[in-house]
């Protein structure tokens, strides 16, 4: 083969194996629109001095129905959103010391139930056509990583009188397949997340007036009950077959 044809060849090769690498990492998100959010912000008043603290109880986390850990970040996510807002006094997390039962606060619990479906079946087939191909259909054949989140919001104010809020949101990453990486689930459940929290936040911007500290009295109950329970696993009978050996 000639110098020159061997040289043509190679550049034809190695700007096929870019132009595959480039198209086969790539990825876009997809967000649905949240139901409950607002198109325009939604803007209330309050003075300084009718604003209350908020101490967060308790972050709970199930994905597909599974509890889960979770994770400071989240929690530093939810406080950051709330600051935001600027409808506390001061904030403070899970560790924070809660004040004492004669001030007036809020306390938050949240619930973030998470559901993901990277469509294995459907990514195991296509895998083995790309290497079918020798990796050359890798830019062509779409792949589809789906993310929901339903995120509950309870804030519970000092006279005992409690406020639910929810809010759902759902994205898809669509990806090649070289485009499957943490950095692309990280940044899908991140934007699921923030439309959950926005939507989340709107809705408590709606009763302000709820949270002021002269919306209600300090109720003289020296000693606040709580309900105590413990929670009973549920457990998903598998049939099992054995074969007794002669």
Aim: aromatic share 6%.
């Amino acid at each position: 083969m000639p110098v020159k044809l061997r040289f043509s060849w190679t550049i034809i090769v190695c700007c096929g194996v870019l132009i595959m690498l480039t198209t086969g990492c790539g990825h876009r998100i997809e967000l649905q629109a949240t139901a409950d959010s607002s198109p325009k912000p939604i803007v209330r008043e309050i003075a300084r001095d009718e604003q209350v603290p908020l101490v967060i109880d308790s972050v709970d986390t199930t994905r597909n129905g599974s509890p889960q850990n979770s994770s400071l970040e989240t929690e530093h996510r939810v406080l950051g959103t709330l600051r935001g807002v600027g409808l506390f006094s001061r904030l403070g997390d899970m560790n924070s010391p809660e004040p004492p039962a004669s001030e007036k606060f809020i306390r938050a619990r949240l619930l973030f139930d998470e559901a993901i479906d990277s469509h294995s079946g459907d990514v195991a087939w296509k895998s083995i056509a790309i290497g079918a191909s020798m990796f050359t259909l890798a830019p062509f054949i779409p792949l589809e990583y789906d993310y929901s989140a339903h995120v509950t919001l309870e804030l519970e104010r000092w006279d005992g009188r409690v406020k639910h809020y929810e809010s759902r949101s759902a994205g898809t990453a669509h990806y090649k397949m070289f485009g499957a990486t943490p950095l692309m689930i990280d940044e899908l459940k991140g934007h699921v997340t923030e439309s959950c929290l926005m939507a989340l936040m709107e809705q408590v911007v709606r009763d302000t007036a709820f949270y002021t500290a002269s919306s209600a009295p300090i109720l003289d109950q020296p000693i606040r009950s709580v309900s105590v329970k413990s929670k009973r696993a549920t457990f998903t009978s598998v049939p099992v077959t054995t074969s007794s050996g002669k």
